[in-house]
């Protein structure tokens, strides 16, 4: 409960942050490194949550080391085939309905 708190907390700081910017450079740089940062903080929370992780040894850091470079494969892996499976489906109109003049 306290992590969602302090995840709440990060993104009403960010948002007031992000109104003191003004130059558009500056907006597309805050808003990249706020998308990597909460996708950094929720996936090592998701693989963590998952895969029943212990952080007190070494060898524990190690398998969550490997586990989160598996999810990350895993994750880049699924996006090349959602790309490749958006590019390859044929997005113009459909014209089974319609009538012909």
Known sequence: MVSWIYLLGFVIIAGLVLIKFTD?????KFYLVTILLTFGILSTGYVYLTNDIQ???FDGWLSAGKAYFNFLAA???????ISGYAVQQDWGA???NATLR
Do not use: A, M
């Open 24 to 28: 558009v450079k500056h907006r597309i």
């Open 55 to 57: 952080l007190n040894t």
């Open 75 to 81: 994750f880049g892996d699924n996006l090349i085939k």
């Open 94 to 96: 459909n014209v089974t």
